[in-house]
């Protein structure tokens, strides 16, 4: 198992994959149903569902569908069209982990290692999406967890679960692994190896004069790699747009816009605000005295004293107010002019005595005022609406056997055809055209339906409306005409000749390198032009920097032995490279004391991971892990079909 997180650990995908198994994909992705992939065939003893078992425990499809698709969701997150294609790589590392997992559990189980419920809870507890506002383990935030990653408790459990035994049964085992400093010293001592030579590039280009193909060689090569050349299916798409511009003629009359005004006059009604003091005394005796002082001129502040609760109210509306007081209060508040003491009136929470500091008098709208927001409003539901049955009529002219023509007929609609396109929306002989990007919908379902399928009525994004689709020429997959393709076809043969003379002049110069004879000499007796070759040299311990990315010229370098060539392609394209080392300088890690630490620790990290993965090894042996390969192979090749 560690090794297998030691391989992904430094990969792109590495930290998703990794998380899947470690927990945190618990705060990760949203995960969707899968559609049932169906069965494969029994095997082992196991159910057709069943791809791997180990002890009681097993991987089915349906864990296994879950997992690869929360692997295609993180894919997206950087490449929005990925697919399981993209993915499909780390199939088998996901499967791995999958039984990894089990195994961990059916160990626990075969040999009476139980986890409390406790100790899950606890685990459970520390995941961020279950804690309340407070901070702290809440019950409801955990159902809205479960319910947002469409996990359910058990699975979460067996999760953590297997994140404990994880870490109570293989940490013991690969903790302070110790490689001993004589084991690393010459390790580090092979970091620091010098070495010194020459290097030299073959470029193709070089190679080119004088190549020109006749028509047999020409044919032979175009049919050798009709592939290279192969145009993608090709369909004419009729198109009938159903959206705001085919109902513009739909419009608001004046009977419905007076008729909407007068049904909603509250909302066009002249209103005010009001700015008030209020006081709540708890006894109606209380508030008598409070309202008969500040009718003689206290202000209400005063006259309330310490006898009532006084709250001053700034801009409320009469809504708004009869929430705070109630509607009784709010009918005698909004009835009164400024200046004027209200009260006593019972209220729900004692009795008020109010006055009115200031009144704001709102405008509110007449007809005409009104009439071009109410137009707008009526015809967009209008127009809405009109969308709506026009499409269903179409879809009814559908369902009932109708062809594009007649059902588009129904609803009056404009017909537009594309002209050749591909899937992508473009045309190969109008390089111009490009599909309108709010038919993205409509070029999709275009080119999914097949031929003689009815028409397909497609939503469009945002307020676009609806568009119907049918195919109507459909050119299948083939390689370009050689005549329209001639100077392409062309050029790839003369690169293609090139090439083969360039690698054989490349591998000529790096026989004759090797032994006594320079890298120079050895380009000069080819007689082709090539640019004089270059000095080179390095220490190992750069390559390891390069984590991966090392330099074709430089792998050479250090893969040949002194006085020796070798040759490799440019994996940038364009031509050779041709290495050859003259001189190697053995490292001495002695004087390098640190080095020998660094690399004493990256070994002993190593040996604590192969511990780890061999006490899981033994495990797998005990406990008879077996795997149903026809299943996982059929699984494997209906996701790959199903696009994702």
Known sequence: MLSFFRRVSKSKVGTGIMAFVLIAILAGFAIADLTNFGSGQINFGMGSGTLAKVGDQEVNEREMSDAMQRRLQQARQEKPDADYASVIGDFNAVLDALLDERTLLAFADKYDFPLSKRLVDAEIAQIPGTKGLN????????????????LTDPQVRRILSAGLLQRLLLTPIATNARVPVGMATPYASMLLEQREGEAAIVPIDSFKAGLQPGDAQLQQYYAANRARYMIPEQRVLRIARLGPEQVSNVTASDQEITAYYNQNKATYAPSDTRSLTQAVAQDQAAANAIAARAKAGQPL???????????????????????????????????????????????????????????????????????AEIAAKITADKRKGAIEDAVDKVQNALDEGSNFIEAVGTAKLPVTNTPLITAAGTSRTDPSYKLPAELAPALKTGFDIAPNDPP????????????????????????????????????????????????AAATQIAERANGNVTLADAIESVGARIPPSRPIAARRIQIADEQGNVPAAMKILFSAGAGKARMAPNPSGGGFFVVKVNKIIPGNALSAPQLIGQVRGELSQAASQDYAQQFVADMKRQLKAKRNESAIQGFRARLLSSGG
């Open 135 to 150: 901070g702290q383990f809440n019950e409801q935030s955990y159902q809205q967890f479960l319910a947002q990653q469409r």
């Open 456 to 503: 397909e009525v497609v939503t469009l994004p945002g307020d676009a409306g609806y568009a119907i689709v049918s195919p109507g020429q459909v050119v299948p997959a083939a390689p370009a005409p050689l005549a329209s393709i001639r100077a392409q076809v062309t050029a790839d043969w003369i690169n293609s000749e090139a090439t083969k003379r360039a690698q």
């Open 301 to 371: 502040a005063a006259a309330a004293g310490a006898n009532a609760a006084v709250t001053e109210l700034k801009d409320q509306t009469r809504p708004a107010y009869a929430g705070v007081s109630g509607e009784k209060a709010a009918e005698a508040v909004f009835s009164a002019s400024q200046g004027t003491v209200i009260g006593p009136i019972k209220s729900d929470f004692g009795w008020v005595v109010v006055k009115v500091e200031s009144v704001k008098a709102g405008g509110g709208k007449t007809l005409e005022q009104a009439r």
